[in-house]
Each structure stands twice: as structure tokens, then as C-alpha cells.
């Protein structure tokens, strides 16, 4: 596997070109976005790198075989091709996991299972043994993609997902995905060089994500396993070198970080979190209602937060999003907030207008990521010198 070769990195709608400007800024080659992917190019060590430090992809897939694929009988014959103890060995558990948009199969159970058959029997040929399934935890993982008459059949690098980066050991109710929190974080222009708050932080993922973005820490430094790590080639001392390397261009942050929830057991769950993600130096937590609040700083502020819906989470939607409006307006100026929503509707009550709109997915919930923008001095009434009051 020396040299460079193409690889595939999954992510959600709309992070396509945050995606492929992480790339690119790690230097990767032949960046080109797709539909909830970007294709690139790299070496062994790249493809490490990319799963250590890439925030807002969920996937690394090193493709290994495409072929043109018109019944179950040539699905078999070009999988049983490829020489699968090249890439792992019998002691190695495996599961397959089939996506589809077939002019010819369309049950993607059956697939998954005709690979299966064909690895197998290919490792028996080779091997005199076959390797075991394990559909809950294997050590590694086979993508086979089918569009119209094609299939590719990938390595995936990752394992579990990415957004499962090792820190967030508990959570409440909603909690938000940490690959979409950094990416909306990334969309909300988020560098670091502010203070930030999440007045509604849940088990806080947004301020870890933006702690770690902050610090240019690596996004999985947090995490232990990846499938690459069961693959043959894998090298060890490489992997080692590329961590010390990425943690090498950590950065110092000299701002504040700060995280409200009225729930007590959300701020003790986001506390621990924050622990465990080794960010407590940056990163305070208080229980605190928002709507009770003030701005506790005089500089410039940044903020992201995702409030309830009223999906999971049981809200008076318009008295609750139009308290939202009125502590912004009232008691937060020089501030950028930015929310998440998939509740459309109650963006009416926030009663300010947002100076910009993204649309993004939570889940399978289209939602929107607004941004309000109060300006400094808009929290204190100003007066004229005869002691009228004065518009702002």
C-alpha cells in the first residue's frame, strides 16, 4: 500500500466544502467534493492523520475495488477476486455494510451476504480457514457501495464512526452529534480568537468541540481504536509519529469558554465530559437559566447553542423562542449567536432578524442554523444630553 491512493470521506449535507477545506489545509491531494463526501488522495500516514484530525468527517474509506456488476453471479466472482489476506487475517473479526442505488439488486441484506460468501470462501482457497463475522463490534469493517450497474468495494479506515471521539462518556435527552457540532461550529466562523458561549450546553459538546477547534487539538486525540489499526500493514511507529506530530500544533487559547444549563444533572454531565476531554483549564460551566442571565464579559462575544425543538424536549415553543429573542436583545450586546433549529416555525417568535441562514440536517430533521447579530451599546438605552431617551 506504499505511495499515494484515493480514499473517500463521508460527512453530512452541507459540510462538503468545510470537509474539503480540512483537507486541503492537512495536504491532502486531488480534493474533490461530492453528496455528503469529498474523494482525496494520500499516503498510509495520511490516512492516519486524517482520522485523527479531521472534525467534521464521519468516515475514511480507502477504496479497493470497483467493477461493473450486472447479477448476483458477477457480484461473487469480482469480490472473491480481490486477494482479501492481502489486507487482514483469520484472527480478525469482519462485517459488511452495503449502501444502494441498484438497477439490479435491491435488497441490500442479500448483497452484504454474497460478499460475505465470497471473502469467505476466497480466505478457505487461500488460507485453509475463513475469519469470523461479527456484525456488533468487528475489527474490520467492508463498504460496498452499488450505484446503477457499479460496485465499489472499500476498506473503512474508521471503525465506529468518527464523531465517537472518546471523551463524551455521558449525555442527556438531545444531545448533539459532535461531527455536526464542530461543523456547525466551522459555519459559524468559529476561530478562537473570541470569548465563547453555549447557554444551553446540555452534556457539552459545543464547548468541547469549540475548545478543541480553539486549540487546533486533534479532533479524535481522545480516541483508542480505529479499524486501520486491524488491518496487516498497519504501522505502528508511524501512527505514533503522526499523534505526536498533530499534537505538536496545538495553540494556546487566551479566552474564556463558557457553558450554562438550568438542569443540574446537564451540568454535571457536561463537567465530566469536559474532564474527560482534558479542557477544564479552558473550558466553566455554571448552572444558570439563559433567560436569567447577562453577558458576563465586556469584549466581544461567540455564540452557539442548540435549544429545544419541542421534538424530544416538551417546550411552550413560541413563549420559549421569544424569550430567546428578548435576552439577546436586552442582555447580550456585541454578540454574534448563532442557533440550531428544525422548528421553522418558531424562528417567527425569536422576534430578531437573523443576518444569516444555513441549512443543515440534525439527524434526519432539516433544520436551520441562524445567526443574530447584537451590536454593541444595544443592551443600554442611550440618552440625549437633554435626558430624553434617545433610538438606538
Request: with cysteine; aromatic share 12%.
Amino acid at each position: 500500500m506504499a505511495g499515494n491512493f484515493k480514499m473517500l470521506a463521508k460527512t453530512f449535507y452541507g459540510f462538503e466544502p468545510i470537509l474539503a477545506k480540512e483537507l486541503r489545509d492537512l495536504g491532502a491531494g486531488h480534493v474533490k467534493e461530492g453528496v455528503r463526501n469529498v474523494t482525496f488522495e494520500g499516503d498510509t500516514g495520511f490516512m492516519y492523520k486524517a482520522n485523527l484530525c479531521l472534525r467534521t468527517a464521519l468516515k475514511i474509506f480507502k477504496p479497493i475495488a470497483t467493477f461493473k456488476v450486472l447479477n448476483e453471479k458477477e457480484l461473487y466472482q469480482n469480490v472473491n477476486r480481490i486477494n482479501w489476506p492481502k489486507y487482514f487475517d483469520c484472527g480478525k473479526t469482519f462485517a459488511i455494510d452495503t449502501t444502494m442505488h441498484s438497477d439490479v439488486f435491491n435488497n441490500s441484506l442479500f448483497v452484504s451476504q454474497k460478499v460475505k460468501d465470497a471473502l469467505v470462501d476466497k480466505f478457505r482457497a487461500v488460507e485453509r480457514q475463513r475469519p469470523n463475522v461479527n456484525t456488533h463490534d468487528p475489527d474490520v469493517r467492508i463498504n460496498v457501495h452499488l450505484y446503477k450497474n457499479f460496485c465499489s468495494v472499500s476498506l473503512d479506515s474508521s471503525g465506529s464512526s468518527l464523531h465517537q471521539r472518546g471523551y463524551r462518556i455521558a449525555t442527556n435527552i438531545a444531545p448533539i452529534n459532535e461531527v455536526l457540532a464542530a461543523g456547525l461550529l466551522l459555519s459559524s466562523g468559529w476561530d478562537g480568537e473570541t470569548d465563547f458561549m453555549d447557554p444551553m450546553c446540555g452534556s457539552g459538546t459545543f464547548l468541547i468541540e469549540a475548545g478543541m477547534i480553539a486549540c487546533n487539538i486533534p479532533a479524535n486525540i481522545n480516541r483508542e481504536n480505529y479499524a486501520f489499526m486491524h488491518w496487516n500493514d498497519y504501522d505502528d511507529e508511524l501512527h505514533n509519529k503522526i499523534v505526536d506530530a498533530s499534537l505538536n500544533k496545538t495553540r494556546e487559547f487566551h479566552y474564556k469558554i463558557i457553558g450554562y444549563d438550568k438542569a443540574p444533572s446537564a451540568v454535571r454531565k457536561a463537567q465530566e465530559n469536559v474532564d474527560n476531554a482534558n479542557l477544564s483549564e479552558y473550558i466553566s460551566i455554571e448552572r444558570k437559566d439563559f433567560f436569567r442571565t447577562e453577558k458576563p464579559i465586556d469584549a466581544k462575544l461567540h455564540m452557539v447553542f442548540n435549544p429545544p425543538y419541542g421534538e424530544r424536549l416538551q417546550i411552550d415553543v413560541e413563549d420559549f423562542y421569544s424569550k430567546i429573542g428578548d435576552t439577546l436583545k436586552q442582555q447580550y450586546p456585541d454578540t454574534n449567536a448563532w442557533l440550531i433549529t428544525s422548528n421553522l416555525e418558531a424562528l417567527k417568535y425569536v422576534g430578531l432578524r437573523p443576518s444569516r441562514k444555513i441549512k443543515t440536517y440534525n439527524g434526519k430533521l432539516e433544520s436551520r442554523l441562524v445567526k443574530y447579530e447584537m451590536y454593541a451599546g444595544s443592551k443600554k438605552a442611550k440618552f440625549n444630553p437633554d435626558g430624553q431617551e434617545a433610538k438606538s
